[in-house]
Every structure is written in C-alpha cells, then in structure tokens.
C-alpha cells in the first residue's frame, strides 16, 4: 500500500498526487512511469513517474481524468493508500549533454517533460521548453517547468494565457532562431506527430513519448503494440520513447480508439471486470 502524502488540484479535472513510495522513488529516471491499480478488480492504469525525491522517498504522479480509473485516482485524498505501485517501468530517456533541448508539451504530456527538463538541464543542456493546453485554466506544472528550463513560452488554443495558438507554431520560430539538437514531445497523438513533422522538415532529431493502452507494463500482454521503423515494438518495455521520425502515429491512433465502447460502458457502470474470477 502507498499512502498519498499530498494532492493539488492544478486544473479542472486534474491533479498532482505525492505519493510515498521508497523503492520507486531510488531508482526512477526520466521517462520512467508506473502501472497502479486501485482496487481487487480495478483496472490497470499506466501514470509518468513526474518527478521524485529519494531522500523523502516519494514520487510525484499527475493525473487527468480521463474515465473511470482515472477519475477514481482523483477522487482520492491524503492519507488514502493505493493498492498496488508497479515501477519504476519502461527504458528511461539517455540523458545526456546534447547542445540544445526543446521540450514541448501538451496536456497531461506537461508531467512527462518535466523531469526530463530537470535532468536534461543538469546535464548542461540549453533547455527550451514550450508548454501548450486549450485554455489558461488548463495549463499545468508552468513555474515547475520554468526553474527547469532557460526559456519557456506558454501557447493556449484560445489566447487566455501566453501565445494565442499550438505549442507547433512556438517550435518552428525557436528551431529558426536556436538551431537545437533534439526536440522531444510529449502529449496528445496529434501533436507529437505535428512536433515530429516541424522537426523533421529541419532535419533535427525528435523523441516522443507514446501511450497507447497498457495492461502488465512488463511486456507480457502485448496489448501497447505499436510500430516503429517498420517493426513491432512493446511502448511498456522497448519505450515508452522513441524515434519520432519512425514512429507509425496512425496506427497508434486507431489502437487507442479500439475499447471505446467498453471503456463507455465501464464508465456507466454498466461492464464490470470478470478477470480473475
Ligand atoms: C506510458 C503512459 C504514461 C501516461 N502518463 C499519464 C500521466 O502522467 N497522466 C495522465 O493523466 N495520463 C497518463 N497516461 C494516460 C492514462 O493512462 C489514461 O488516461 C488512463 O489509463 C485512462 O483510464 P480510465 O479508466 O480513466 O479511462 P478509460 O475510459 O478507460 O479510457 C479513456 C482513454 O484513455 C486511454 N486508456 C484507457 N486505459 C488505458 C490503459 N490501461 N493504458 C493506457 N491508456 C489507457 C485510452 O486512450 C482510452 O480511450 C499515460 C499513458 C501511458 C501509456
Ligand atoms: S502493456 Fe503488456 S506488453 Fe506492454
């Protein structure tokens, strides 16, 4: 059991969990994340590992809610325990001195590049980070990111807060005027694959961070397939990180779309899970 040691609210539907957990908190890198289930026969639910503290031993996980799991996680408080913490898990980013870094990210994508921003900046790295959400309310982790990062723009789609428009638009006037070595995105399909496209034009670099359905998080199910450079990959264990310019984002698209009615009706209360029984 790990109890939540403290949760903020940082958006509508969205919130950031301390959570104590020693072990995970010892060996967690950039990139890492963690599978946790709520309940006996609750669902299985992968969440970015954002950032730790091993001296505390604890990690920091945000979570948006996107169904019912992930609304069940957020409606949990401090002092409530969670039944099961499997990770650190998948293949950490190299964090390494590259020149230039550009971390964009969208959404809950924001938690992923967060300690990568944190690392990558101790690694010497120039880190550029443009940070995107719909509207100024949804827009989360900004100061966390910002001591992390020599620069950082903000975008919303409607203008409330930051540039008026997509995190893309940001990236093809920083890869103009810095040159970087590496772009990496994290967040929605679209726009990783959009990050991808900008970066590819400029021949530089990019790295994604992809999340199709995960079950085990151990590479045993082979539910989070998905195809790279023309070969199957398991996000769980071969990523989540990948080339980006490899990486085929319309057959992720599908993939995720493919348990949408049960995921509905799960939601109503009208499926319940006979795993295991
Ligand atoms: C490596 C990885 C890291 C992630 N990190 C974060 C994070 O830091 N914060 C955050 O809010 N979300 C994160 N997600 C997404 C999160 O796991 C899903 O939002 C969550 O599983 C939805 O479950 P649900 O029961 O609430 O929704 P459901 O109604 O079951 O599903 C809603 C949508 O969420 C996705 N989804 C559902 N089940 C899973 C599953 N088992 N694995 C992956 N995706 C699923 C599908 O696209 C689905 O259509 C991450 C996903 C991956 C793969
Ligand atoms: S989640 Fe089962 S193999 Fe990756």
């Known amino acids: 059991m790990h109890k939540i040691l403290e949760k903020r609210n940082l958006a509508p539907k ?3 969990f301390t959570i104590e957990a020693p072990q995970i908190a010892q060996s967690a890198q950039a990139g890492h994340f963690v599978v946790l289930r709520l309940s006996e026969k609750g669902e299985r639910i992968p969440l970015t590992i954002a950032d730790w503290d091993r001296q505390r031993g604890t990690i920091l996980l945000v979570c948006q809610t996107f169904g019912k799991t992930s609304e069940l996680f957020n409606r949990l408080d401090v002092g409530d325990e969670i039944l099961d913490l499997l990770g650190p898990l998948g293949t950490p980013i190299e964090v390494k001195n590259y020149g230039t870094v550009v971390l964009v990210g969208g959404g809950v994508g924001v938690p992923a590049i967060l300690c990568k921003a944190k690392e990558l900046k101790a690694e010497g790295n120039k880190v550029i980070s443009i940070i995107g959400a719909q509207r100024k309310e949804m827009l989360i982790l900004r100061e966390e ?7 950082i723009y903000c975008t919303t ?3 409330s807060y930051g540039r008026a428009g997509l995190v893309t638009d940001v990236l093809k006037e920083v890869i103009s005027s810095d040159k970087p070595d590496l772009v990496i995105a994290v967040g929605p399909v679209p726009m990783m694959r959009a990050a991808v496209n900008v970066a590819k034009a400029s021949d530089i670099p990019s790295i994604v961070s992809l ?3 995960m079950v085990d998080g151990t590479g045993m199910c082979g539910c989070c397939r998905v195809s790279v450079a023309g070969e199957t990959k398991f996000a769980c264990v071969d990523g989540p990180a990948f080339d980006g310019a490899q990486v085929d984002f319309e057959e992720l698209s599908s993939r995720q779309r493919f348990f949408r009615e049960e995921e509905a009706r799960s939601w109503k209360g009208e499926h319940q899970c006979q795993c295991g029984k």
């Open 145 to 151: 990111m910002a001591s992390h990062s020599d620069e």
């Open 14 to 16: 969205v919130n950031s």
């Open 157 to 159: 789609d409607d203008g």
């Open 211 to 213: 999340n199709p359905i």
